[in-house]
């Protein structure tokens, strides 16, 4: 299969040059009063265990023009001695699909990335030095009382009770509210860190709740004990149509998320908005854990999800980029299982709420994007993706990245050249101003390479058709952005991956171990010696990508020999790398490193070496 074939099977399947601002046209998506809950938790020594933990919670008011005031807020502090009324202002900035970020709440603090569908605001402050969750949801009007709260919920908890690796633990309850501030007995059940695997069951007698200020508080009565998952008083804020529900302890540093039950099964299909917080355990008996938060999204559907997270370790400053695949299969309960998590929904399936299982403790969100309405030359908001992995738009671009752009009226008809010309059939694609060089247009789709010199921190990326510009969308911009090109094009499956005769390689033609073979890829970033934009790789020198990436196969790490620049071809990266020994035969999975981003998702087929 010649590599042009390839771009055209992925084709067929899927401001000024100064400073860049993020696209604000969204701002009227977070408008009026909204509850919120912030935890912020400090990682304070070698094992993960924490020297400080704060809890902000209340009501913030939007304006819709980016500007949010603090309304009846409080903010406990692990290290003052009482909780504290805050006030404060800020500014925010929302792009059109509702990914953005908000400004500090506290001093000292970080702003807030995350993504707003549906009335419910998640995210985390990822470049801060700080891990967090943050969690928002408009206010029903009238203000809820107790007769809005009933029904059956389930619910999910992520608990860090003191600064102590050992003592954090999740949970998973039934609450049952009648309406008239009674919950009956409540059953958790869940995991201690210090218990290893081994489920722990809370039984809670006698529970009440009820509402003020359309919050609802929640008495499950006693404190906390050593064994024990939940206990105290929580407030429980609401989304406006009742079906997603978060809060905590005013006088700890939890989380607590839920969605109403439904009777029917969940439409898990689409593009979700993600956000979360885990603790991995699988060093703990070496008395070192790490915690991670994170925001992204998701794409569900037939039983399979692509995926991405902007994530943070507790032990380090600096984010990075992961983006993976995975199946589903739901249960007849209407939930389902992955390797770490255990998923419930809402009614009609617009919110998933995950739950920590085995050495994973912790909670995540997923809210249903919203849908756009498109009109003349229209990019889609959320339709910037890596035209070799499919990664999804809240993963970024990289400096010669080939990305797929896809929208409505953005072409007269189908055309593709192979010379990758700045104008293709009276279509071209502006990126920060700089013209990209395009493979292929099409009414739906259009084939572009990011320009090189895309080093600002935001791409602004616009299509212009028979000279009527579309709008704009912004995109991060990231050292790399390594995404494997696939057999079918997709970013699932095989890699399309050529052994050294050039053929492909196939189940039925696996790779060998100790063999040399060749990715395809895109997204590695900058390379040297430098080409310019629209100029096929160089043969003599060839040009060598400027960060190191890493490649592992079968979770066995590979030696490289070549990562660079294809030679003769524009806008493709090859990597030559070495099928590492100890790989067990059948489909190992790729998964290739950058400075900033991990790339999952791919795998190879692999067999024994031949005598």
Same mark, same amino acid.
């Given at each position: 299969?010649?590599?042009?074939?390839?771009?055209?099977?992925?084709?067929?399947?899927?401001?000024?040059?100064?400073?860049?601002?993020?696209?604000?046209?969204?701002?009227?998506?977070?408008?009026?009063?909204?509850?919120?809950?912030?935890?912020?938790?400090?990682?304070?020594?070698?094992?993960?265990?924490?020297?400080?933990?704060?809890?902000?919670?209340?009501?913030?008011?939007?304006?819709?023009?980016?500007?949010?005031?603090?309304?009846?807020?409080?903010?406990?502090?692990?290290?003052?001695?009482?909780?504290?009324?805050?006030?404060?202002?800020?500014?925010?900035? &929302?792009?059109?699909?509702?990914?953005?970020?908000?400004?500090?709440?506290?001093?000292?603090?970080?702003?807030?990335?995350?993504?707003?569908?549906?009335?419910?605001?998640?995210?985390?402050?990822?470049?801060?030095?700080?891990?967090?969750?943050?969690?928002?949801?408009?206010?029903?009007?009238?203000?809820?009382?107790?007769?809005?709260?009933?029904?059956?919920?389930?619910?999910?908890?992520?608990?860090?009770?003191?600064?102590?690796?050992?003592?954090?633990?999740?949970?998973?309850?039934?609450?049952?509210?009648?309406?008239?501030?009674?919950?009956?007995?409540?059953?958790?059940?869940?995991?201690?860190?210090?218990?290893?695997?081994?489920?722990?069951?809370?039984?809670?007698?006698?529970?009440?709740?009820?509402?003020?200020?359309?919050?609802?508080?929640?008495?499950?009565?006693?404190?906390?004990?050593?064994?024990?998952?939940?206990?105290?008083?929580?407030?429980?804020?609401?989304?406006?149509?009742?079906?997603?529900?978060?809060?905590?302890?005013?006088?700890?540093?939890?989380?607590?998320?839920?969605?109403?039950?439904?009777?029917?099964?969940?439409?898990?299909?689409?593009?979700?908005?993600?956000?979360?917080?885990?603790?991995?355990?699988?060093?703990?008996?070496?008395?070192?854990?790490?915690?991670?938060?994170?925001?992204?999204?998701?794409?569900?559907?037939?039983?399979?999800?692509?995926?991405?997270?902007?994530?943070?370790?507790?032990?380090?400053?600096?984010?990075?980029?992961?983006?993976?695949?995975?199946?589903?299969?739901?249960?007849?309960?209407?939930?389902?299982?992955?390797?770490?998590?255990?998923?419930?929904? $809402?009614?009609?399936?617009?919110?998933?709420?995950?739950?920590?299982?085995?050495?994973?403790?912790?909670?995540?969100?997923?809210?249903?994007?919203?849908?756009?309405?498109?009109?003349?030359?229209?990019?889609?908001?959320?339709?910037?993706?890596?035209?070799? $992995?499919?990664?999804?738009?809240?993963?970024? @671009?990289?400096?010669?990245?080939?990305?797929?752009?896809?929208?409505?009226?953005?072409?007269?008809?189908?055309?593709?050249?192979?010379?990758?010309?700045?104008?293709?059939?009276?279509?071209?694609?502006?990126?920060?101003?700089?013209?990209?060089?395009?493979?292929?247009?099409?009414?739906?789709?259009?084939?572009?390479?990011?320009?090189?010199?895309?080093?600002?921190?935001?791409?602004?990326?616009?299509?212009?058709?028979?000279?009527?510009?579309?709008?704009? @969308?912004?995109?991060?911009?990231?050292?790399?952005?390594?995404?494997?090109?696939?057999?079918?094009?997709?970013? &699932?499956?095989?890699?399309?991956?050529?052994?050294?005769?050039?053929?492909?390689?196939?189940?039925?033609?696996?790779?060998?171990?100790?063999?040399?073979?060749?990715?395809?890829?895109?997204?590695?970033?900058?390379?040297?010696?430098?080409?310019?934009?629209?100029?096929?790789?160089?043969?003599?020198?060839?040009? +060598?990508?400027?960060?190191?990436?890493?490649?592992?196969?079968?979770?066995?790490?590979?030696?490289? +020999?070549?990562?660079?620049?294809?030679?003769?071809?524009?806008?493709?990266?090859?990597?030559?790398?070495?099928?590492?020994?100890?790989?067990?035969?059948?489909?190992?999975?790729?998964?290739?490193?950058?400075?900033?981003?991990?790339?999952?998702?791919?795998?190879?087929?692999?067999?024994?070496?031949?005598?």
């Amino acid at each position: 299969m010649s590599l042009l074939k390839l771009f055209a099977l992925t084709f067929l399947t899927l401001a000024s040059l100064a400073a860049q601002t993020w696209d604000n046209s969204g701002n009227n998506l977070l408008q009026g009063t909204y509850y919120f809950r912030q935890v912020i938790w400090l990682v304070g020594d070698n094992s993960g265990g924490l020297s400080r933990a704060i809890a902000i919670y209340g009501n913030i008011s939007f304006d819709g023009n980016g500007k949010y005031t603090l309304v009846n807020a409080q903010v406990n502090d692990s290290g003052a001695s009482t909780v504290q009324n805050i006030t404060g202002a800020g500014t925010y900035a &929302i792009s059109a699909s509702g990914f953005g970020y908000l400004s500090p709440l506290i001093n000292g603090g970080g702003s807030v990335y995350g993504l707003v569908s549906r009335g419910i605001f998640t995210g985390s402050s990822t470049e801060a030095s700080y891990n967090d969750l943050f969690i928002a949801a408009e206010v029903a009007s009238p203000a809820p009382t107790n007769s809005f709260f009933r029904g059956a919920y389930t619910m999910m908890s992520m608990d860090f009770p003191t600064g102590s690796v050992l003592d954090v633990r999740d949970s998973q309850f039934q609450l049952n509210p009648d309406g008239n501030g009674n919950l009956g007995a409540v059953t958790a059940t869940g995991l201690i860190a210090s218990s290893g695997s081994r489920v722990i069951t809370q039984n809670i007698a006698s529970a009440k709740y009820f509402f003020s200020n359309g919050g609802a508080n929640l008495s499950l009565g006693g404190s906390l004990t050593a064994t024990g998952l939940i206990a105290g008083t929580k407030y429980l804020y609401f989304s406006k149509d009742g079906d997603f529900v978060f809060g905590g302890s005013p006088t700890s540093w939890d989380m607590v998320i839920g969605v109403r039950s439904g009777s029917t099964a969940p439409n898990f299909s689409g593009l979700y908005y993600q956000a979360g917080v885990s603790q991995d355990n699988t060093s703990l008996a070496a008395g070192v854990v790490e915690m991670f938060t994170d925001y992204g999204s998701l794409k569900a559907g037939s039983g399979v999800i692509l995926g991405h997270q902007r994530l943070l370790s507790g032990f380090s400053d600096s984010a990075f980029e992961y983006t993976y695949s995975d199946t589903y299969t739901l249960k007849p309960d209407n939930t389902y299982d992955d390797a770490t998590n255990h998923y419930v929904f $809402s009614p009609g399936g617009t919110v998933r709420i995950g739950l920590g299982r085995g050495v994973a403790l912790g909670v995540n969100v997923a809210v249903l994007a919203p849908s756009f309405t498109p009109t003349g030359v229209f990019i889609d908001p959320t339709g910037v993706l890596n035209a070799a $992995s499919s990664a999804l738009f809240t993963a970024g @671009v990289a400096p010669g990245e080939l990305i797929s752009i896809y929208g409505s009226g953005l072409a007269a008809a189908p055309v593709a050249d192979s010379r990758f010309p700045f104008d293709l059939g009276g279509v071209k694609v502006l990126v920060n101003d700089r013209p990209a060089p395009i493979y292929a247009v099409s009414p739906s789709q259009i084939s572009a390479v990011i320009p090189l010199g895309t080093v600002e921190g935001i791409a602004s990326i616009q299509v212009v058709k028979d000279g009527v510009p579309s709008n704009k @969308v912004t995109s991060y911009v990231n050292q790399t952005a390594p995404g494997i090109f696939t057999q079918p094009p997709g970013g &699932i499956g095989s890699a399309a991956a050529l052994h050294g005769d050039y053929t492909l390689i196939t189940a039925d033609k696996p790779a060998l171990v100790g063999e040399a073979i060749s990715l395809y890829v895109t997204g590695l970033g900058t390379m040297v010696p430098a080409v310019a934009d629209g100029e096929p790789g160089p043969i003599s020198p060839l040009s +060598t990508a400027t960060h190191t990436i890493g490649v592992s196969i079968g979770g066995i790490k590979a030696t490289t +020999t070549f990562v660079g620049l294809a030679p003769q071809l524009v806008g493709l990266n090859q990597i030559n790398v070495i099928v590492p020994a100890g790989v067990a035969t059948g489909n190992a999975a790729i998964i290739l490193s950058g400075p900033d981003f991990i790339s999952a998702g791919a795998v190879i087929p692999v067999a024994s070496a031949r005598p």
